[in-house]
């Protein structure tokens, strides 16, 4: 499990000055060139978060962010190849878990930094409706839906489905997709009256058109990040482990359409 105890008098010093680099006229965050950046191997789901972490990280640290971005499959082979990489953020535990197995990341750096958020989203939504009286209303032509099989938010959309009782009623209104960016490109072409996202896909003003699914209905969608075994390792690495799991840090994941949970240590065993 990731040791907070190392870089808890580190963390403090570095975000002491946070609110007042917040405060007044934005600038751009001043790297400095005489320390080592960090390398992050990140998917491209999280990046739009992961940029404004790497923001907030630079202003407070002076040290540089450079990302590359992709599947997790993309980037874990990226770094089973010898890229130069120092943290890899995924989308799930799976692929880190896979590189610590093989001595290419280190288990005992790695942690959940954050948990996927599946939602229902329609912009034909009405105020005072529930999801299950949306669902029980039938006032929809078609549901996008994630093949729940191999999709874990489509397996949450499916177990709210199930929870609410409205399988039979929906199940000819159903629209299989490969994945929960598909089923929100049907409904914001209007192909789909409404369909099961990633919360963190959509804008704060489209988020009111979204009902968030009870973490309680599903496995919870675990993202992973972990350090990447180097010689020597980049010191700027165990830095930004230390910042991602900081509440700084957990603040922007959560406003950004992610929950936030006891972080769990990603291991080869799990």
């Known amino acids: 499990m990731f040791n907070q105890g190392k870089y808890k008098i580190l963390l403090a010093l570095i975000f002491s000055m946070a609110v007042i680099a917040a405060c007044g006229k934005k600038e751009p965050p001043v790297v400095d060139t005489t320390v080592s950046p960090v390398r992050i191997a990140v998917n491209s789901d999280f990046m739009p978060t992961a940029k404004l972490l790497a923001e907030q990280f630079t202003t407070n640290t002076g040290i540089g962010v450079e990302f590359s971005s992709g599947t997790d499959a993309e980037l874990a082979q990226n770094i089973m ?120 896909s959509i804008s704060d003003e489209e988020k009111r058109w979204a009902w968030v699914v009870p973490q309680s209905f599903y496995e919870p969608i675990k993202q992973g990040a972990v350090l990447v075994n180097n010689e020597p390792l980049n010191r700027s690495a165990n830095i930004w482990m230390g910042y991602l799991s900081s509440d700084a840090a957990q603040s922007i994941i959560r406003q950004s359409g992610y929950s936030i949970l006891e972080n769990d240590a990603v291991s080869s065993t799990q």
């Open 81 to 200: 190849d010898g890229a130069q990489i120092d943290v890899f953020m995924a989308s799930d535990t799976e692929h880190p878990n896979k590189l610590v197995e093989v001595g290419k990341a280190n288990s005992e750096g790695g942690f959940v930094y954050a948990f996927g958020t599946a939602a229902l989203y329609s912009r034909s939504w009405k105020v005072n409706w529930t999801a299950g009286k949306y669902l029980k209303s039938g006032q929809f032509n078609k549901l996008a839906l994630p093949s729940p099989e191999d999709n874990r938010y489509g397996k949450a959309g499916l177990a709210a489905i199930e929870i609410f009782g409205v399988y039979d009623g929906v199940r000819d209104k159903l629209v299989y997709t490969d994945n929960e960016a598909q089923s929100l490109e049907l409904v914001n072409k209007r192909e789909a009256a409404a369909g099961f996202i990633a919360l963190s």
